[in-house]
């Protein structure tokens, strides 16, 4: 494995702001760190929405995983001239998902859910208990069969509703030659370092990823997993790469 890191390459957009964490991280130990999404989403168009004979209005409630499931929800809605009723509800992943929903309607508690602990089970617990209700589940093409198995043992009538897609962004070999960490964020971006770069051999290249199913990918590839998040001293992608760097590098004078 490389004993001095000099270039990260992070698998998502820029932050645009100063005050991200990997910019303190960057800072700390004097390393490179890029920001270059291996994905993108690409919006699925009314036109293209219509052959899986979807009926959003036959639902009343949506179970979001995603701010972007969120978005492109309400996008399709706007475009297939849907009116939403006051009355749908709303079970979120997460209380920041939930709150995402500001963004198009007046938030009503009583209407939103979502569990305390974030986890894919509690979240079916809390569908599971409005069993009457008929639920919509908007996602990406490319999508972790884990919340569809859960509803489905749990006997949850739910329809799955394709609204965008996950698409691998395009890139050269050499584009990410020389790069000394690479850490991805979905099983996609391992399907797109693949794609674009079928000869890639890791060496000394370290690799890390957030989520089980993306180091799942990365084993399943034959490739070497270095960095995985969570983990117990590291709930977050950047609080395990900084674990890591402590490991195999010194901070600058100065920066604790």
Known sequence: MASHIKKVLVSQPDPKTEKSPYHDIAEKYGVEIVFRPFIRIDPVSAKEFRPQKVNILDHTAVIFTA?????????????????????????????????????????????????????IED????????????????????????????LDGKKVKYTKAIMYRTVSNEFTPEEISGYNILLFFSPAGIASLLKNSPNFEQNDVVIGTFGPTTAKAVREAGLRLDIEAPNPQATSMVAALEQYLKTVMKPLRGKK
Do not use: G, W
């Open 123 to 150: 979240l079916v617990t809390s569908v599971h208990k409005h069993n009457k209700e008929r639920y919509l589940v908007p996602l990406s093409d490319i999508h972790k069969e884990d919340l569809l198995k859960l």
């Open 67 to 119: 701010k972007t499931a969120i978005d492109h929800f309400f996008r399709l809605c706007e475009e297939l001239r849907v009116q939403i009723s006051e009355e749908m509800k709303y079970f979120c992943i997460t209380e920041s998902v939930a709150v995402y929903l500001q963004k198009y309607i007046i938030f009503r508690k009583r209407k939103i859910f979502y569990p305390a602990s974030s986890r």
